[in-house]
């Protein structure tokens, strides 16, 4: 089997999920560029969310393989496919509501295990990896426009916001790896009325730029898709319907049969 090309980060080769005798992911192919921001749309029950899931060693392959920049993850559990580069936000937002949002934000940053291990006797080394990882999460909030909200409680924010906290969350987790990283959000504008979900496009193009991420999104909100996304996939009952360029997706007539033309191409496609 061979690796992704130089231009490509994440290459996903016949990839099957099953759930007793339901397919909910059929010989599915695609890859994600890097730097790019590639889109994953689909009717509810396409099999979006299982996509993610198998990316991120939730779920193991019936079938099919899944590379990150060389790296064979098809096999490996979250915890790995995180060390690998890959972090993820959730449709159910999973915020620690009990602590600040910049302790939210600091957690991942201090799971690694010779900090952890290092807490018990709060040695000059944690002291140090606390300072850094502090400092890290307060410029991502800072990029993310969450600075403000550093030492409120997670559960005091508005929804909009604990969307956006939770993925600095993400970023952070990300940034724990040296090299290409991959950001996965599933439906990351689910509840946001239009002036917020355009914000969060804006922040998802700036973030991606100032943090050199990639980015992949499954999302319904169809004009933050088309707005964001360099590439878009779409899936219909767990197989690949299409995939291209906004503008291809948007004239593609299968498309509009299967997806688009249900929900009116300027909707939100909830």
Same mark, same amino acid.
């Given at each position: 089997m061979?690796?992704?090309?130089?231009?490509? /980060? +994440?290459?996903?080769?016949?990839?099957?999920?099953?759930?007793?005798?339901i397919r909910a992911v059929e010989a599915l192919s695609f890859d994600v560029a890097r730097g790019g921001i590639m889109g994953l749309i689909g009717p509810n %029950?396409?099999?979006?969310?299982?996509v993610f899931n198998l990316i991120t060693g939730v779920y193991r392959p019936t079938a099919g393989?899944?590379?990150?920049?060389?790296?064979?993850?098809?096999?490996?559990?979250?915890?790995?496919?995180?060390?690998?580069?890959?972090?993820?936000?959730?449709?159910n937002i999973r915020l620690f509501n009990r602590m600040t949002c910049l302790e939210n934000v600091m957690t991942p940053l201090l799971a690694r295990g010779d900090a952890a291990l290092g807490a018990f006797f709060r040695t000059p080394f944690v002291r140090g990896e606390e300072r850094k990882a502090r400092e890290t999460a307060l410029a991502v909030m800072e990029d993310m426009g969450l600075a403000?909200?550093?030492?409120?409680?997670?559960s005091t924010l508005p929804y909009g916001l604990q969307r956006k906290l939770e #993925?600095?969350?993400a970023l952070a987790c990300g940034l724990l790896v040296q090299g290409p990283r991959l950001v996965l959000l599933d439906e990351p504008a689910a509840g946001m009325n239009e002036a917020e979900t355009?914000? +969060? %496009?804006?922040v998802i193009l700036k973030t991606q730029k100032d943090f050199d991420v990639t980015m992949? /999104? #499954? *999302?319904?909100h169809i004009n933050l898709v088309m707005n964001?996304?360099?590439?878009?996939?779409?899936?219909?009952?767990?197989? /690949?319907?299409? *995939?291209?360029?906004?503008?291809?997706?948007?004239?593609?007539?299968?498309?509009?049969?299967a997806y688009l033309g249900r929900k009116g191409k300027n909707e939100h496609g909830r």
């Open positions: 061979t690796a992704p090309g130089p231009t490509s /980060l +994440l290459e996903v080769r016949g990839l099957s999920r099953s759930f007793g005798g %029950g396409a099999g979006k969310t299982t393989t899944i590379f990150l920049n060389g790296i064979d993850l098809t096999k490996k559990r979250p915890h790995e496919v995180v060390r690998a580069g890959i972090a993820r936000t959730f449709q403000d909200t550093a030492y409120r409680l997670a #993925i600095a969350r355009r914000e +969060l %496009g804006e992949m /999104l #499954i *999302e319904h964001v996304c360099t590439r878009i996939v779409v899936m219909e009952r767990g197989t /690949l319907l299409a *995939e291209g360029s906004p503008h291809a997706i948007r004239s593609d007539e299968r498309v509009i049969a």
